[in-house]
């Protein structure tokens, strides 16, 4: 059904079929009625790109409707979905308590759910009044309607989706004032505004989700650094609790070596030295786990560091685990970073001695320190020609106490690189790395243009 069929089917009985004016009803001259409903709509749809909430829209639109359009009052309600009672939410004009003194249902079997707000929201379709004074659908409002020189009315209904949400109803100074032509263009209007009110509903839960999805994150936020700071807590602890222990079994072995020497034999000497030799893994391993629990609470200052002196300097602290061999030191190009140099120190300490310790079995080892430039973050690198390991693996290279080769192959705690992931992360950047079994490996540490450090 076409808006000029809505026009047609709610004139009273005795209105000319044709929605033509009769010459006895006084209007405004036809072209300025015209150009001032082309004015409203433009008005009103300025307003539409303007305003981002609902409520300020309909104000917005009712008053455009009384200042420009020339109607005696506009006044925009809201469907109760539950009662199906229509609330005045906003409304401009000469009112005078009009909308206190009457009530609008969608309800059909309700007379006050008959006339053209009613109808327009059960329906979901224009409805027009031609003639207050005549239309029986308006006895329950009639005699306040004429008092405030309500002529004639329309109400043109505002979607979300397939919903009837509200209703705009208008309320001319003249009979017969809505033409075939105007109505069409009132329907396109409200339609206009349905569109408006729908991308605002679906923004707003939108920001809703957004606000939603932010508390959850800050909420799981703070529920690890909860769990963050109680296993590093207990690594603490637990790592000096096991001191005590661990020299006291130090300590009695050798009195026992010293006082029992001449008695025991070359089994007996094999069994001390494995306990000495696992006394001091452990220890070891403890070191680690205590710099591992300081480097997540450890304070970050940052400064800028000249990466290419630190990798220098820190080779050169471990030039006494290199003697003996032949190892070829490459320094290519590192910019300086925003860093902590403490840190920093610690991830190169730990970065070259794996490259030391894995290339023990290469009669020339060759450990290349340098640097590539990416859009958003500088990578660093340390490469080596030693062992390398298998890619399918290397989930586990930073993860504690993860080992691709024996004990009896290369020492370690297993404890290193998970630092280096750990001091990594908390300056904002990322690690990985790529090898082949026996062709060497290289270890990557990216730290993020303007990094925020992570003071936890």
Known sequence: ???????????????????????????????????????????????????????????????????????????????????????????????????????????????QGRGPTGTAARTGSVNICNEIAT????????????????????????????RVTGV??????????????????????????????????????????????????????????????????????????????LRAIDGFSHMLLDDFSDALDDAGRESFDFIFSSVRRMDDTIDGLLRLARAGR??????????????????????????????????????VADCDPALMRQVFSNLLSNAIKFTRGESKAIVEVSSEAREDETVYFVRDNGAGFDEQHADKLFKVFQRLHSEQQFEGTGVGLALVQKIIVRHGGRVWAEGKPDEGATFYFALPAGATPRNE
């Open 168 to 245: 705009l109803t208008m309320y001319a100074p003249e009979k017969y004032w809505f033409s075939g032509e105007e109505v069409d263009l009132f329907k396109s209007l409200a339609e206009n505004i349905s569109l408006a009110v729908e991308a605002m509903d679906k923004e707003d839960e939108l920001r809703q989700y957004r606000e939603h999805l932010e508390d959850l994150v800050e909420e799981r936020t703070r529920y690890l650094q909860f769990l963050n700071d109680e296993l590093e807590s207990f690594t603490y602890s637990v790592s000096h609790d096991l001191r005590s222990p």
């Open 1 to 111: 059904m076409s808006a000029s069929d809505d026009m047609k089917q709610s004139r009273p009985e005795g209105a000319a079929a044709t929605g033509r004016r009769d010459e006895d009803h006084e209007y405004p001259d036809a072209v300025e009625r015209l150009r001032r409903v082309y004015s409203f709509l433009n008005r009103t749809n300025e307003a539409i790109v303007r305003i981002k909430e609902p409520e300020p829209l309909f104000d917005e639109a009712c008053r455009i409707a009384v200042e420009v359009g020339g109607f005696r009052m506009a006044w925009i309600g809201v469907v109760d979905a539950e009662t199906g009672q229509i609330r005045p939410v906003v409304h401009r004009g000469f009112e005078d308590g009009y909308l206190e003194k009457i009530s609008v249902s969608a309800d059909e079997s309700d007379s």
């Open 135 to 162: 239309d029986p659908r308006m006895a329950p409002w009639r005699e306040e309607a004429l008092k405030r020189g309500y002529k004639s009315s329309g109400a043109f209904p505002l979607h979300i989706g397939e």
């Open 298 to 335: 450890q304070e970050i200052e940052m400064s800028l560091v000249d990466m290419a002196e630190l990798a220098v300097s820190t080779m050169d602290e471990l030039r006494p685990f290199c003697e003996g061999r032949d190892i070829e030191f490459v320094l290519g190009e590192l910019p």
